[in-house]
């Protein structure tokens, strides 16, 4: 599938321009279906950080789209400043390394270290 | 149709012949595992980079066949 013309990934590239911190997930965060995106968005929340919560199973499309988009197979997947920073496995890892909080404050997304 | 601990194994250990891995059963339903994967291949590479790696050794089953696999990466410490 070529890149360029594929709407999905139109779609995907503006929403990640669009906002600084970009959580496509499985539900929404206030409502998520799904463990491991609860567990990226109370990250998030912990952390203090302004996020867009996009729920992938509002939209079929979407949610293959966003796995083709980053070559990455699962949902959740968060952007910051439109780079894929990973799936569950690695915004955990990097919450309690406090990579996150670093990466976030290098790109000078607001957030609250963590108490 | 859920996978076994070796079959995961085996199919990374095909792309990845020098990984230790160590497979944990989350649930024991064949379908929620954590995998602990070092080699040497994922030096000077990201964490996105690695995973991606160990999904491409899995040939598309992972986010099907296999819901959920907990995945650590890492290189070998320098020795």
């Known amino acids: 599938m070529n890149t360029i013309d594929n709407p999905v990934f139109e779609r995907i590239k503006s929403e990640i321009a669009d906002n600084d911190v970009v959580v496509f997930m499985k539900g929404t965060p206030v409502f998520p279906q799904c463990g491991f995106s609860a567990a990226v ?25 966003v796995k083709d988009f980053t070559n990455w197979p699962t949902i959740p997947q968060l952007y910051v ?22 990466l976030l404050t290098e790109k000078g997304v607001e957030n609250t270290p963590a108490a | 149709m859920p996978m076994n601990p070796a079959e995961i ?4 250990k095909q792309s990845i ?4 891995i160590t497979i944990e059963d989350l649930r024991g339903d064949g ?10 291949s994922f030096k000077g590479k990201t964490r996105v980079q690695q995973h991606q790696m160990v999904y491409q050794a899995l040939q598309g089953r992972m986010g099907g066949e296999l819901h959920a696999l907990a995945l650590q990466t ?3 410490p320098e020795s």
């Open chain 1, 41 to 65: 968005v109370q990250a998030l929340t912990h952390m203090g950080v302004k996020f867009k919560g996009i729920d992938v199973l509002q939209d079929p499309g979407l949610r293959q789209g």
């Open chain 2, 31 to 40: 379908d929620h595992y954590a995998a602990y994967v070092v080699s040497g």
């Open chain 1, 81 to 102: 400043k439109g780079e894929f920073v990973g799936g569950c496995d690695i915004i955990r890892e990097m919450f309690q390394t406090g990579e996150l909080q670093q």
């Open chain 2, 17 to 20: 012949p020098d990984a230790q």
């Open chain 2, 9 to 12: 194994e085996g199919l990374i």
């Open chain 2, 74 to 76: 890492s290189a070998p």
